[in-house]
């Protein structure tokens, strides 16, 4: 029973389409986030919610949107995609109390824009 | 600007030896340590973590070291194994934040 889990695992689009990665945890924790990992293998955060409530926003472009419908799903919506936004994409969640700087990852979306 | 440095992108260890991943990190406001293991086509599996007040960490083959006024941790894995060949990423969290930095990763790889 995964415990974050993400959809798609793989993405391919054309440039200026617009996609969105699902992701969903079931281990009751209330923050989630979203990482990118680009083709030097360096893993960036991107996003951050608490609860719903965006507490981490790391200068990603206007065309991310991350959505938040409930504390167990974290979705990001790509607008306008561009050839730079090539990258495996990793969401994340992480509990309260002793556990909450541990982040429990999904296994990726590796998304390919043509 | 990188804050979390992993110098060494591969090492290669044989069956049964030590292994001795290095991580280097420059923002002093880093309050904890974690290491990820990181196989092909998954995402980073939390392996082992040190609060910044601690200078060891022991669990089972892993020990995490932390030396902070050289702003250094080292993962030692004893003795290896073959499936612990992965990348293995170094992190740290400034707790308020609670958001990872993370190193570029070593890839480990264990013969025979």
């Known amino acids: 029973d995964t415990a974050v889990s993400q959809t798609p695992k793989y993405l391919v689009t054309q440039m200026g389409n617009d996609k969105s990665i699902k992701c969903e945890q079931n281990?009751?924790?209330?923050?989630m986030y979203w990482y990118k990992q680009d083709s030097k293998k360096f893993l960036k955060i991107m996003f951050s919610?608490?609860?719903?409530?965006?507490?981490i926003n790391e200068t990603v472009p206007n065309r991310f949107s991350p959505k938040s419908p409930d504390k167990a799903h974290l979705n990001l919506h790509i607008n306008s995609l561009e050839l730079g936004d090539s990258a495996v994409y990793f969401c994340?969640?992480?509990?309260?109390?002793?556990?909450?700087?541990?982040?429990?990852f999904g296994a990726g979306t590796r998304l390919s824009v043509l | 600007d990188q804050q979390v440095k992993q110098n060494s992108p591969s090492l290669s260890v044989q069956e049964g030896r030590i292994s001795i991943l290095n991580c280097d990190y420059t923002?002093?406001?880093?309050?904890?340590f974690l290491w990820y293991k990181k196989y092909p086509a998954e995402g980073p599996t939390f392996l082992i973590s040190i609060s910044s007040i601690k200078d060891k960490n022991e669990d089972g083959r892993f020990t995490v070291f932390l030396n902070k006024s050289a702003k250094h941790l080292s993962l030692h894995i004893v003795p290896s194994q073959p499936g612990d060949s992965a990348v293995y990423f170094c992190a740290g969290n400034t707790g308020t934040a609670s958001k990872l930095t993370f190193g570029t990763g070593t890839r480990l790889q264990v013969t025979l």
């Open positions: 994340a969640s992480s509990g309260q109390g002793a556990s909450k700087n541990i982040q429990y």
């Open positions: 919610y608490n609860n719903k409530e965006l507490i």
């Open positions: 923002n002093s406001m880093f309050d904890y």
């Open positions: 281990l009751g924790h209330d923050t």
